[in-house]
């Protein structure tokens, strides 16, 4: 009789439709903003910008505060989420892609998008890239199904990024006072697939775009699997918003930004809520790098942290992080442990229940038990500082945290002896992050042993990774 019932069991489920099967598997979600800083959300602390959509997403799910991303500039930052990897071991760690440059991320890289492809899901990208401009790098090269968006940063023009109009805040502000200047100053592309399909692109109803497609892709793929990755394109500069929402006051603008973004959040939250897809999926919502602070009332803020993008001090890395997921993430939860975007592919791996490739080696770490008890001891105990150009100069070893600094190489100028001026010292800092967020008190004089040791690791983590560092693709 066991052996009837089994035989009934088996042959039941193999008669199930294929998108029951896949329905197991959750849906994932990545909305991720450009150029947001710590403090710019109302759950991570502002009172001046109002984000209740974001602020529910948190109430519903979980903050994280301790969350990294693994460059302080967009196209290593972008690199790190998408394949597990510091920038520098996939060969995109030397600053960011302009539209004359001739590399991109290499499809032989396994992404996100490759990882749950081939696991049946559909997948899309709307939104930002910045990983390379050229059709053999473009998303549909690295796993997405589907692609619309700016293939690298708005203030950027096709295709040799010349004719640029005056930057700087009283740059943008005169950008601000003039929404039409999204058409007569800018020649920034819009691609569907890999396709030019409009130039220049309206910045001011690209946010709102990106978000049209979104919605719809969840509606068509509501019955079976989905990833869907929506790399805003701001509040990197110049910003832009829909008529029919504009604060004139330039004074206003990122705030402005900022709220409209949400509003866009919002609506991806209803569609995912009203067809009942709630409790199989996760979105995350966070941000490529700190703020930019040079840009004022034009750029965010980096709340309690340090400087912001450029940088590797906090406010250049640490970002902002919401997940939520009912019913899988504990509601109104904050994880304060070491975790980031690097971490974010071997995660989605685990909660798929599917492994990762062989003989592909990544930097992140699954922190998939974070999600569901925050006080979970995380797989991350380290994590490594490069600067905007790639060069090692930190680590994070659990509370502490260790920066060398080198000086900028002096020009060949001679003193008035006529002798070489000698070169600088390099800037030693060390932070205990535990008592000082803001990094404020250099304790490196006060533990010379600590600082010896840990910029030993550093640089022996550093060397394994340029040692068997993969090459980006490139035209030549």
């Known amino acids: 009789m066991q052996r009837i019932l089994l035989a009934l069991l088996v042959g039941a489920f193999m008669l199930l439709p294929l998108s029951a099967l896949a329905n197991d598997r959750p849906n994932f979600v990545i909305i991720f903003a450009d150029d947001q800083g710590y403090g710019d959300l109302g759950c991570f602390g502002s009172k001046k910008i109002r984000t209740p959509n974001i602020d529910r997403m948190a109430k519903e799910g979980m903050r994280f505060t301790n969350f990294m991303v693994a460059s302080p500039v967009c196209t290593p930052s972008r690199a790190a989420?998408?394949?597990?990897?510091?920038?520098k071991r996939v060969g995109m760690h030397q600053h960011v892609l302009f539209p004359a440059s001739k590399k991109g991320l290499n499809p032989d890289e396994h992404?996100?998008?490759d990882h749950l492809k081939s696991l049946g899901y559909a997948t899309?990208?709307?939104g930002k890239?910045?990983?390379?401009h050229h059709p053999e790098v473009l998303p549909r090269a690295n796993?997405?199904?589907?692609?619309?968006?700016?293939p690298y940063s708005n203030d950027m023009n096709h295709p040799d990024n010349k004719g640029k109009p005056k930057g700087g805040p009283d740059g943008m502000d005169i950008l601000w006072a003039d929404p039409e200047s999204t058409l007569t100053k800018w020649k920034t592309p819009l691609i569907e697939n890999e396709k030019i399909v409009e130039l220049p692109v309206d910045q001011r109803t690209v946010t709102r775009r990106y978000t049209d497609r979104a919605v719809k892709f969840i509606e068509n793929n509501q019955e079976k699997p989905f990833f869907l990755y929506v790399p805003h394109s701001m509040p990197h500069i110049p910003l832009y918003v829909p008529d029919d929402v504009r604060d004139p006051n330039p004074l206003n603008a990122y705030v402005n930004v900022i709220e409209h973004i949400d509003a866009e959040v919002g609506r991806i939250m209803q569609t995912i809520r009203k067809l009942g897809l709630s409790k199989n999926t996760y979105v995350i919502y966070t941000t490529d790098n700190g703020p930019w602070l040079s840009f004022k009332h034009h750029g965010g803020s980096a709340g309690p942290?340090?400087?912001g993008k450029g940088t590797t001090f906090e406010g250049g890395q640490r970002v902002p992080c919401v997940?939520?997921?009912p019913g899988r993430i504990p509601a109104g939860t904050e994880c304060s442990q070491l975790v980031g975007t690097i971490d974010m592919l071997p995660t989605i791996a685990s909660l798929t229940g599917s492994k990762l490739p062989k003989g592909k080696k990544i930097d992140g770490m699954d922190a998939s038990a974070l999600l569901r008890d925050p006080k979970a001891r995380t797989p991350r105990s380290e994590f490594l500082h490069y600067t905007s150009r790639g060069v090692i100069e930190g680590i994070r070893q659990g509370k502490w945290k260790l920066l060398v600094k080198k000086p900028r190489q002096p020009r060949n100028r001679r003193n008035a002896k006529n002798k070489k001026r000698p070169t600088p010292k390099p800037q030693v800092f060390l932070f205990d992050l535990s008592a000082d967020i803001g990094e404020q008190n250099n304790l490196a004089s006060a533990k010379p042993k600590l600082v010896e040791k840990?910029?030993?690791?550093?640089?022996?983590l550093d060397a394994e990774i340029e040692k068997n560092a993969r090459a980006p693709w490139t035209t030549q």
Not at 81 to 87: D, E, H, V
Not at 129 to 132: A, D, K, P, V
Not at 454 to 460: G, S
């Open 81 to 87: 989420l998408l394949t597990g990897c510091y920038p």
């Open 111 to 113: 992404t996100i998008a």
């Open 124 to 126: 899309a990208c709307f």
């Open 129 to 132: 890239w910045h990983l390379g």
């Open 143 to 150: 796993g997405f199904d589907m692609y619309y968006g700016i």
């Open 305 to 307: 942290l340090r400087d």
């Open 323 to 325: 997940m939520w997921g």
């Open 454 to 460: 840990l910029n030993a690791r550093m640089k022996a």
